[in-house]
């Protein structure tokens, strides 16, 4: 026994003086001893003495390789050496450490019931590092206590030296227990060739093709991860010889991707692949003439599942090529400009994707015969189809020939007529009726078979008297109500003020008879209110100009819009017509009834999908129609994507799945830059080839581009033009192996993110080194057990100190504390309860003062 602190003792003289001085004199002198001992005990506590011996109790680190070149059977057999140790352990102490490039710690569902080991995840598993092992292992364990180690692996090292942590462990006496496993079969299987697109889109279902070549015929199981997570898993039989597959994946992570596969077969092991893909978050364009809100189940449909949608409602945005889609929502596509038509058609050509999702603002334009297609026309796959009746339309012009109209007005006025004749066919019909103060039919109602007699008619027109408006409405809506036309249209054309009458009336009145009325008001002096009613309840629309040049535009507008709708409004469900690969999953056979659609004709190369259900014997109009165009697709879906039409499919499971399926399906499938990262044997270089597209312009300014890798490889890149369209760049990236990122500093088309997959030698490993491992067994006295026999390792051997022992020490102050404590409390007690059973006696304990009043 020692003392730190012996003079202390010194102290213990107090307590024992006193005891001898009051011995005699005390009539209480357990009390009295168990007092001083208590002191004393204290006194002793102080000087905190140790009681010194040798201890022969093992602290054992059992290293456990778990890389991914272990098999499952081998982290079987590791588990159950572990779970056998855990039990024979008794009062020494056990650590597991699981390791590959690098040691860590066990994941709770490892050690939740008893040892099950699993694989060491993602890029940490793809090495093999015996130095880090032990060495982590050595300064984990405890010290006071004999230190052994237990290695479990395959040998198979390919990270570190072992050399430089044997002789640490030797230098230390720490004896290391190897154990062999058995290592990782050679496959039976072999895997040839792999190929999948270098660039995918997240979320994007892409295919992956093997071949696969058995030794015969044989069930098996395909698995495809990426990042170390899991994607799915397909059984499949392969055949004896060479097997061609091919799978479907989607990833949603976005940049350059590790994805790996497994193909394992029962008695022939597995076969792997891992090679880098870049994946990227399609770029979609929403142009939408529909109110603000309404458009919101698509772009929350398509947001949900991977896309940046970007909202426009103005003009189309000068760059289309940021973006891999183009979608045009009830947008009016006649009053495009000729450029951006042709802008959209060569976008669509170099690649881009269209979709052209229909509604009201959609109006067929009758065209003169002989005038080509615009460039939208050719771009998609089918064209706004007239209206479907023997009818034609009519249209009565009701002009203002007031005396305020003379001059330029009436000028503006006669052209803009004899502009609408010029657009309608032989089959409409057209009335100009005039007033002032009272009304004529300057062109009584007729077809528009002699346009030449109806413009000379038209040009007769000539200003005088003053404003009457009413009876002019009247006698129009009369006489065109009348007819048999399957769009009715009125335009009142004025520059002044006159009394209404009962044109309110007569405008809800036509309404109801389906015959639309539209103003437009000339000038300053007009009623501007009263127009917009007798617009409003005719459901026409009201024009108000200052400057009457743009009349002629605006009338003829008006005249189409509401005389060249092909819109059918009824309820109809979907049929499909042809399966695709689009609809799978959707259901669509339990899609609900749209509640209109726009009539389109197809074109004859189109791919319709789906098309109306007419029930009553009608030509079955499209739906759904797609096509290829150039290097891009376009599509039309003919109803809309809103509460209008679809109210019931925006509440319908299928709609998301079905816009982002189409939306997907328009994607390009080829890359603007065609980037090629790959090693260089000879130099250990990565090297990097960018070969710009045709539509791709040479950069001002070639951007920074970093290369981001295993072990926190990180390195700027320097890009080199080497010729028109072509840049190369190279970076040393020694014996680094794993996934590398090639990525520039700013998102850039000509430059697009890259990865490059070096395959890890631990991946190419089979079998075991048992002679390395029986090298670091007898370099430290340890013991060797073969992976033939790692069920009978001898667990006695593991825990044995081997007649070692440890200098230990036992504090015993904390021990003689709480004696010290057991003693006061006695005392106390023996005091209290002597003279509690004295009270009950009546007696008084000795040297009592009883007092008596």
């Known amino acids: 026994m020692t003392f730190l602190r012996a003079w202390v003792l010194l102290f213990a003289l107090i307590p024992l003086g006193w005891m001898a001085y009051e011995w005699r004199r005390s009539s209480r002198r357990l009390a009295m001893g168990l007092k001083a001992g208590s002191l004393i005990l204290v006194i002793f506590a102080l000087s905190e003495p140790r009681l010194n011996y040798n201890d022969t109790k093992v602290a054992v680190a059992a290293v456990i390789d778990t890389s991914a070149s272990v098999s499952p059977r081998d982290l079987e057999a590791a588990s159950d050496l572990v779970n056998r140790m855990e039990k024979k352990r008794g009062s020494n102490i056990l650590r597991v450490i699981p390791f590959a490039k690098a040691t860590r710690n066990p994941s709770p569902q490892e050690s939740a019931a008893g040892w099950k080991l699993s694989r060491t995840s993602g890029d940490a598993g793809r090495g093999t590092n015996l130095e880090v092992a032990i060495r982590d292992a050595l300064a984990s364990l ?26 640490q462990a030797q230098e230390l006496g720490v004896p290391i227990d190897t154990v062999a496993m058995a290592g990782r079969p050679k496959p039976g299987l072999r895997t040839e060739s792999v190929s999948f ?17 058995a030794p015969r015929k044989t069930p098996a199981t395909i698995e495809i991860s990426a990042e170390g997570k899991k994607l799915g898993t397909t059984n499949t039989e392969l055949q004896a010889g060479e097997n061609h597959l091919r799978m479907r994946s989607s990833i949603m992570a976005v940049g350059a991707v590790d994805l790996a596969g497994t193909i394992s077969a029962p008695g022939l092991g597995d076969t792997r692949f891992e090679q880098a893909v870049n994946v990227t978050r399609p770029k979609v364009l929403l142009l939408s003439q529909d109110p603000a809100g309404t458009e919101s189940h698509l772009i929350q449909a398509l947001n949900q599942n991977q896309f940046d949608v970007a909202l426009q409602s103005q003009a189309i945005p000068a760059k289309l090529d940021d973006y891999q889609l183009v979608v045009f929502n009830n947008w009016d596509m006649e009053n495009i400009p000729l450029a951006d038509k042709t802008r959209i058609e060569k976008y669509e050509q170099e690649g881009g994707g269209l979709l052209w999702i229909a509604g009201e603002h959609n109006q067929y334009v009758e065209k003169k015969p002989g005038t080509p297609e615009d460039p939208l026309e050719r771009a998609f796959p089918a064209k706004l189809a007239p209206p479907r009746t023997p009818e034609g339309t009519a249209v009565v012009l009701i002009i203002d020939k007031s005396s305020s109209m003379e001059g330029k007005k009436m000028e503006l006025a006669r052209l803009a007529s004899i502009g609408v ?16 103060n009272s009304f004529q039919w300057a062109v009584p109602i007729r ?14 027109i000539t200003p005088d008297g003053g404003t009457q408006i009413a009876p002019a409405l009247t006698e129009a809506y009369h006489k065109i109500a009348a007819l048999n036309a399957v ?50 309840y005719a459901k026409g629309k009201s024009y108000f100009l200052n400057d009457p040049s743009g009349l002629e535009q605006i009338l003829l507008k008006d005249v189409q819009e509401h005389t060249g709708t092909t819109a059918v409004e009824k309820s109809l469900k979907p049929e499909i017509l042809q399966k695709a690969e689009l609809l799978e999953g959707i259901g669509m056979e339990s899609a609900p009834a749209l509640l209109g659609y726009v009539r389109f004709d197809p074109k004859p190369s189109g791919d319709q999908i789906l098309q109306m259900d007419q029930k009553n014997g009608e030509k079955k109009d499209p739906l759904f129609i797609r096509w290829q165009y150039g290097l891009g697709r376009a599509a039309i879906f003919s109803s809309d994507a809103k509460s209008r039409w679809a109210s019931a499919w925006v509440a319908w499971p299928g709609f998301d799945k079905f816009w982002t399926n189409v939306s ?3 994607l390009p499938h080829g890359t603007a830059t065609e980037a090629l990262a790959e090693y260089d044997d000879a130099s250990g270089d990565l090297v990097v080839e960018y070969h710009l597209g045709r539509h791709v312009e040479d950069p001002a300014k070639i951007p920074d581009v970093f290369v981001l890798g295993p072990n926190g490889f990180q390195k700027p890149m320097k890009v080199t033009k080497l010729a028109a369209g072509t840049y190369r760049a190279s970076i ?9 990122r090639i990525r520039p500093a700013v998102e850039s088309k000509a430059f697009p993110e890259v990865g490059f997959y070096r395959q890890e030698s631990e991946l190419l490993d089979f079998g075991s080194n048992p002679a390395l491992l029986k090298q670091i067994a007898s370099g430290t006295g340890g013991n060797f057990f073969s ?7 001898d667990l006695d051997r593991i825990f044995d100190s081997g007649g070692r022992s440890v200098p230990s020490s036992l504090q015993l102050w904390p021990g003689l504390l709480a004696l010290a404590i057991l003693l006061n409390l006695a005392e106390l007690i023996l005091r209290k309860w002597r003279g509690l059973i004295e009270a009950l006696r009546g007696k008084p304990e000795p040297g009592m003062l009883i007092s008596q009043s």
Do not use: C
């Open 197 to 213: 697109p270098a660039q995918v889109f997240s979320g994007e279902r892409f295919p992956i093709d093997l071949v696969v070549t």
């Open 732 to 740: 040393p990236i020694g014996t680094n192996e794993g996934l590398f």
């Open 664 to 666: 997907r399906d328009l």
């Open 487 to 536: 769009y009715k249209h009125i335009v009142l054309l004025t520059d002044g003020i006159s009394e209404e009458g009962d044109s309110m009336g007569l405008s809800r009145e036509a309404a109801l008879n389906h015959v639309t009325i539209s103003t437009v008001g000339l000038g300053q002096d007009v009623n501007r209110a009263y127009l917009d009613k007798v617009a409003s």
């Open 142 to 167: 405890p010290s006071g206590m004999i230190h052994r180690l237990v290695l479990v692996s395959d040998g198979r090292e390919n990270l570190g030296t072992v050399t430089r942590a044997t002789w």
């Open 421 to 436: 004749v010029e657009n309608l066919r032989p089959i409409d019909y057209v009335g100009v009726l005039i007033f002032d």
């Open 787 to 793: 992976s033939d026999n790692s069920k009978a390792v």
């Open 447 to 460: 077809k528009a078979e002699d346009r030449t007699l109806i413009k000379r008619l038209i040009a007769g």
